[in-house]
Every structure is written in C-alpha cells, then in structure tokens.
C-alpha cells in the first residue's frame, strides 16, 4: 500500500507542462483531485484529456512541474516503485483494453494472476464477485470479441477493481454507448467510488452525465484550467469558454473551424496547393 | 551542406537510433528471459502458436526442395556414375545450409508476421497500456515469452525442415530414379560429420535469434494504427530476410 500521506488530496497536478512534436499541449497546468471524491476533467476534444492521464499515471512525463499522486512525484520514480503505485490504481480504457485472447473471467483475474498467488478457488470467488457488481457474472466464459461496446467497458470497469484499488480513473467511459449502457456506467462510477471508499478521476466531453457524477469538475481549455468547481459552478460560470462548452456551442471561443487559410482564397487558387 | 547531405546524414543517423534501441531492447529480453522461462507455461504457449502451427508449411516446404535437390543431384551426379551420392548430397545441403536458411524465412513469414502483428494490435488497441496500468510489464507478460517461444522453435523447425528434405531426397533418389537405397543411407551416414549438424545447429539458433527478436521488436514499436502495424508486420519479412541472408554469409565464412 502506498505510503499515507497528510494531504486531503490523492492526486495533485502542479504548474505541469506539456508539448508534443512542439506543440504546446499543457502551460502550467495545476489540477487537484480530493480524496473520497468524483472529480471530472472536462473539456473540448483535443484539449489534452488523455494526456493528462498519462501524466497522472506515469506513462507521461511533464517537460516542467509535477504530479502528485499518493503525496509522490510519480514522475520522478523508478519502473518497480512506479507498478508498486499503480497496483492501488485501477483504471478504465475507454475501448477497455480487455486482452482479446482471454475471456472475461480471466481477464478479471489477470491482475489477481499476475501480482498474487492467490489459490483459484479464492480467485474465482473474488472475480464473480466483481463481474457481479457490473451485472455480468453470466458472461464471465464470453470473450471481448462476443461483447457490445458498453459490457466491454463494465468488464474493464470490473478488471480496474479487481485489486481494490483506492483510486479509480476513468478515460472518456462515456463515449459511443446506448443510453441503457450509459445510465449504468453513469450508476456504477458514483456507486463504486461511493461503496468502495475510493477516489475517482472521469475525464470526459460528455456534460451531461459529468453533471450528474461529478462532486467537482474542471474544465480545460489551451492547456490551463480554465472554471473549477460544481457542475452547477460550470453552470452558471459567466466566461464565454465555459459557456461554450457546458451549452455545446457549435462556434465561440472554441472555433468550429481549424485554423485555415481564407475559404474563397483556397478555393479559386486550387492549383497553388499543388 | 546539399539536401540530399543532409538527407542522408539524417537516415544514418535514425538507422543508428534504432539500430541502438534494438541492442537495449535485446539486452532487456535477454535480462527477463530467465524469470520468464520459469513460467514455462507462457513459453510452451508460443512454442505451440510459432513453432506447432508452422509445421505443416515447414514441412511441405522441407519435402519439396529436398525432392528438387534429389532431381538436381541425380541429374548431376550421374554424369560421373556418382548418383549414390545423391543422399550425401541433399543432406549436406539441407542441414548446413538450406534448412536453417529458408526455415529461418518461412519462419519470418508464417510465425515472425504472427508475432509482430499480434504485438502491433495490442499496442494499438491499448492492450499494452492497459497491462502497464495492471502493474504488468508488458515485455516481460508479453514479448518475452514469444520471444523465447520464436528461439526455441527455430532449430527444432529446421531439423524438421532437414529430415523432411532428406526424407524428399530419397523419395526422388530411391522412389524414381532407382538409386540403391543402401547405397544412398550408408554414403550419407559416412560422409556427413557431425561439425556439418553443428553448423546447422548454430546457423538455425543464430537465425532463430535474429528473427524472433526483428518480429517481436517491429511488433512493439509499431505506430498504433491500422497502417503501422502493416508496416511494421511487412518490415519484420524484409528486415528479416535480408539479415538471415548476411548472417548466414557471416557464419558461413566463420566457420569455414
């Protein structure tokens, strides 16, 4: 188990920044996720969700700044230090990244298989145990290939607790699901977070069902925090970004159009281009 | 400096990047391969999957060319009255030479593409980030076990290859042309030394090395997409098919 810190707060992003091929991704970036609590990351598509992430769980290191994450700066720790931490970590994929080659039940247990010698009659019980809670203790002999989008993502969801971990991250969880699959995923991350006394961290664009899990959102824009706070906080936030985003507007800020040279001009010099 | 300086100097110096990162990646295989033999059962696994299911096209292959070097060593060896050594002949060749050889390409083919687009998917699909999040180092869980799996199945397909070209060989020598078959086995066991299997052996270890790694490694730094896994399972055949060919000169002048 990871040493317990004194900080109310599980993760702490500080002044990190981050460019990919040059290009600047975050510029002092600083996000704080509360023990106990649902924090969403929301922003526009591009805005360095995933990234963040990958900083928030060491497969990412920040060009300045660090990340907290159990009081240590998870960039800064060697390969063995670094899985002993993300044994407490369980995240969700958002296309699961369940192993195609082994069915749902033994991707469950994977990380029971891996870092304990658990015998299997205890490895079963655990497992059903957590397919169950995701309502699909029947498809446990299934493999990925057999599953819809949205059970695909509950086994992920049952993999990522299989350890019980104290922090839960969860990668754009509700993207490209019907709405019964939506409304239980939605259900399951304030359930798990709420039962299991854990901390959860949903990065998502989807307002709505952020609204309706998160206890405390941030909203990122041109690589900085740009609104913090309750969904109702975003809500009624008066800076025109954030009222782009929480409304959905097609045009603001946030252009509808990639940057590009003048239409017109590009339409009738066509030959330019080539 | 010109263009096409500049062009080259950066080609040459991306060819040495990688070259380096595949003496690490090596060096780090080579450094987890003991605690991954202990859980054989993850080798036997790709043992089965690179060395069980090449089997038919190994064999196949193997009793086709020793049938075309019993043509060609009949056809030449009766010129001098010579044809019983037409069993000689084909094993020479198969077991120093052709069978570690073009098992080794038929191995790059059938089981290194296996091997570099299954990794190249799994990066793809996020299968490996998602075991590094498990806590799992997918090179140990993942790579290292068909690895191994591609090192150990080499000299045993290549024996297999040998034995069904010499088994070809006599089809075509004894079978159709009417070589004495005594003549053909005790012409083949007093002439062929065991230095001739040793080379093969060596040959067919050292190119089993070659390809496994070249697979496993294009497999794992695939470009997480449709195309780049293409790219990468249609680099590992060439890559592999020209260094099994230099390899094979460089031992085989080694050894002379």
Known sequence: ?274 | MTAWARDLWITFRQFLETFGALQLFFLRLLAYSPKTLVRFRLVSQQIYNTGALSLVIIMSCGLFTGMVLGLLGYDSLSRYGSEEFVGTFAALALTKELGPVLTALLFAGRAGTTLSTEIGLMRATDQLSGMEMMAVDPIKRVVVPRFLGGVLSMPLLAAVFSSMGIFGAYLVGVGLMGVDEGAFWSQMQSNIEWADIREGIIKSVIFGVAASLLAVFEGYNAFPTAEGVGRSTTRTVVITAIVVLVLDFMVTAAML
């Open chain 1, 1 to 274: 188990m990871p040493e317990p810190t004194q900080s109310e707060y599980i993760v702490e992003v500080e002044d990190v920044h981050y460019s990919r091929g040059g290009k600047p991704i975050f510029t002092g970036l600083n996000i704080q996720f509360k023990r106990g609590e649902v924090t969403a990351v929301m922003g526009p598509s591009g805005t360095g969700k995933t990234t963040l992430l990958g900083l928030v769980t060491g497969r990412l290191i920040p060009d300045h700044g660090r990340v907290l994450v159990y009081g240590e700066n998870i960039s800064a720790l060697q390969r063995e230090r670094l899985y002993e931490l993300r044994k407490h970590m369980g995240m969700l994929f958002q296309a699961g990244a369940l192993l195609t080659d082994l069915s749902v039940f033994e991707n469950v247990a994977f990380p029971l298989r891996e870092h304990t010698r658990l015998p299997d009659r205890l490895i079963r019980h655990i497992v059903l145990t957590k397919l169950h809670a995701v309502g699909l203790r029947g498809a446990w002999q299934m493999l990925p290939g057999e599953l819809s989008g949205g059970m695909g993502r509950r086994v992920g969801l049952a993999r990522a607790m299989v350890m019980d971990p104290s922090l839960l991250i969860y990668d754009e969880p509700f993207v490209g699901l019907d709405p019964i699959s939506l409304g239980v995923i939605v259900r399951l991350v304030r359930r798990m977070n709420d039962a299991l006394d854990i901390s959860s961290i949903v990065v998502s664009h989807d307002v709505a069902e952020v609204s309706s899990v998160a206890d405390c959102s941030y909203l990122i824009s041109d690589g900085k925090v740009v609104a913090s706070g309750t969904p109702e906080d975003l809500h009624n936030d008066g800076n025109e970004v954030v009222r782009q985003f929480m409304s959905g507007m097609a045009d603001g800020p946030v252009p509808f159009h990639y940057p590009s040279p003048d239409y017109h001009e590009q339409l009738l010099h066509r030959d330019k281009e080539k």
